[in-house]
């Protein structure tokens, strides 16, 4: 699976008008197929990244997040402003998993979303 070249998918969390909101909110993966998910917080104020059951259902391989490469189980990514990080995975566990960030209000203020890991049946 790591020789897999990785499909890359892009989310920011925030914007640089401060918006609560993850961009893209939802996301949809395959199991066995190993992804890059490039994360950026362009706004000035921190964000978090927490999917915890979504993190329990995969196979985490790394975090590069500047010139830190993280290995192991990971639950929850915080970016800073301006900050960047890139998490590679491989989705094992079909499942719809939520996702938030869990400073105080911003999930109440929309920040909120849903990973989805599709069974192969049928696809």
């Keep these: 699976m790591t020789k ?16 609560l909101k993850f961009i893209p909110n939802s996301l949809e993966f ?11 917080n362009p706004s000035s104020q921190k964000h978090y990244f927490t999917a915890k059951d979504f993190a329990d259902s995969i196979w985490s391989q790394k975090v590069d997040a500047g010139k830190v490469e993280v290995k192991g ?5 915080e970016l800073k402003p301006g900050a ?12 719809t998993y939520p996702l938030r960030c869990v400073i105080p209000g911003h999930a109440e203020a929309g920040m909120t979303g849903t990973l ?3 069974s192969n049946v049928g696809t």
């Design 4 to 19: 897999q070249t990785a499909i890359e998918i892009n989310v920011s969390l925030g914007s640089a008008a401060n918006a």
């Design 116 to 118: 989805i890991v599709r």
């Design 73 to 77: 189980a990971i639950h929850e990514l």
């Design 84 to 95: 960047q990080a890139e998490w590679v995975f491989v989705p094992i566990k079909p499942g």
């Design 30 to 40: 395959s199991p066995g197929k190993r992804y890059k998910l490039v994360l950026s």
